[in-house]
């Protein structure tokens, strides 16, 4: 157990429509790290929160957005939801720039 | 071309042989991370290097900066080190210090 929770495990949804995926870091951790895992890309890097704010962007589409909260939880919204989103969607926390320690993980199906 | 290639993609292995997984990158690091990912999907991190050799148990990793590469090595392989590593990179130029690039995986199987 890495100390970083998910929410939900799995998610089902349709075409169109838009989902939050919910992420708390291990306790004392300030960074949060969002990666998207899909078959045909592999990992890759999301977005990353430092302590609130907006620390670094990888390849996150505009429909998707993110936010760290001050209890430094995190919430990666996904809208306009198409096929091809379908993926698992990890989250990590690290302090500073650290190891980073994964969650298990949102496992999405888009319909 | 990747910023990160990995070899191989697929290895089979006995139980008890000695196995490298080898890693390139072709950026600017400022460490590099080894994770193992189980079949169920969760992702562990192994190892963090910015230089030299660390050695965890039966897992070792090293890394040249300058040739820009690393190994994981598994000494006395055993069927539970049946798992996809990843290599991944974290980057030290422009505004995206602490982004992680990734390896596509190597997937090992150990056999009994």
């Known amino acids: 157990d890495s100390g970083v929770t998910q929410t939900p495990k799995h998610l089902i949804t349709a075409t169109g429509q838009r989902v939050t995926l919910r992420c708390s870091p291990r306790?004392?951790?300030?960074?949060v790290y969002w990666y998207q895992q899909s078959l045909d890309q592999g990992l890759q890097f999301l977005i990353q929160y430092y302590n609130g704010e907006e620390r670094a962007k990888g390849n996150i589409l505009e429909r998707f957005s993110a936010q760290q909260f001050p209890d430094l939880h995190s919430e990666l919204n996904l809208s306009s939801l198409e096929l091809g989103d379908s993926a698992l969607y990890f989250c990590?926390?690290?302090?500073?720039?650290?190891?980073?320690?994964f969650g298990p993980g949102t496992r999405l199906l888009v319909l | 071309k990747n910023e990160v290639e990995q070899s191989p993609q697929n290895l089979t292995a006995q139980e008890g042989e000695f196995i490298t997984i080898n890693c390139s990158y072709s950026?600017?690091?400022?460490?590099l991370h080894w994770l193992q990912q189980h079949p169920g999907g969760g992702i562990v991190s192994l190892f963090m290097l910015s230089s030299g050799k660390k050695k965890h148990g039966r897992l070792i990793a090293t890394i040249n900066i300058q040739e820009k590469h690393s190994s994981l090595h598994i000494t006395a392989s055993h069927p539970r080190d049946s798992a996809v590593y990843i290599c991944a990179v974290r980057v030290n130029y422009g505004g995206s210090q602490g982004n992680l690039i990734f390896g596509k995986g190597t997937k090992l199987s150990v056999k009994p």
């Open positions: 306790s004392g951790d300030l960074s």
């Open positions: 990590a926390s690290s302090k500073n720039l650290e190891t980073q320690y």
């Open positions: 950026v600017g690091i400022s460490a």
